[in-house]
C-alpha cells in the first residue's frame, strides 16, 4: 500500500507559474514510475508527465516546453513545474505512483485554476 500526498494547486494567472508536489509514503520500491494526470470538468482524465525512477520524463504534447517533471528518490517525492500556465490548464491534477505490472497508486488531487 502506497499513499501520496499532493500540494501546491491553486489560482494563477495566465501565463504564471505553478509547482506541485507529491509526496509518496508506505510499501515503496526502488524501481518505480511517478507522475501526473489531471482531469477537467467534463473530460476524460489525462496524463500530463510521467518520470520512471531511472528513465527520462514523458510529457503530454499540450504541456511539452512549458511543464517540467522531476523527482528526489532519496525523498520519494515528484514535481511538476508548470510554466506559461494557460486557462485551459485549468483542472484536478493527480499525482501517481506505479512499480511495474501493478496497479496504480492515486494522490486525492489538488486544484489548479488559471484565470484572469
Known amino acids: 500500500q502506497v499513499q501520496l500526498e499532493e500540494s501546491g494547486g491553486g489560482l494563477v494567472h495566465p501565463g504564471g507559474s505553478l509547482r506541485l508536489s507529491c509526496a509518496a509514503s508506505g510499501n515503496i520500491f526502488s524501481i518505480n514510475t511517478m507522475g501526473w494526470y489531471r482531469q477537467a470538468p467534463g473530460k476524460q482524465r489525462e496524463k500530463v508527465a510521467g518520470v520512471a525512477s531511472s528513465g527520462s520524463p514523458n510529457y503530454a504534447d499540450s504541456v511539452k516546453g512549458r511543464f517540467t517533471v522531476s523527482r528526489d528518490n532519496a525523498k520519494n517525492t515528484v514535481y511538476l513545474q508548470m510554466n506559461s500556465l494557460k486557462p485551459e490548464d485549468t483542472a484536478v491534477y493527480f499525482c501517481?505512483?506505479?512499480?511495474?505490472?501493478?496497479?496504480?497508486?492515486w494522490g486525492q488531487g489538488t486544484q489548479v485554476t488559471v484565470s484572469s
Open positions: 501517481y505512483y506505479v512499480h511495474l505490472g501493478a496497479s496504480p497508486s
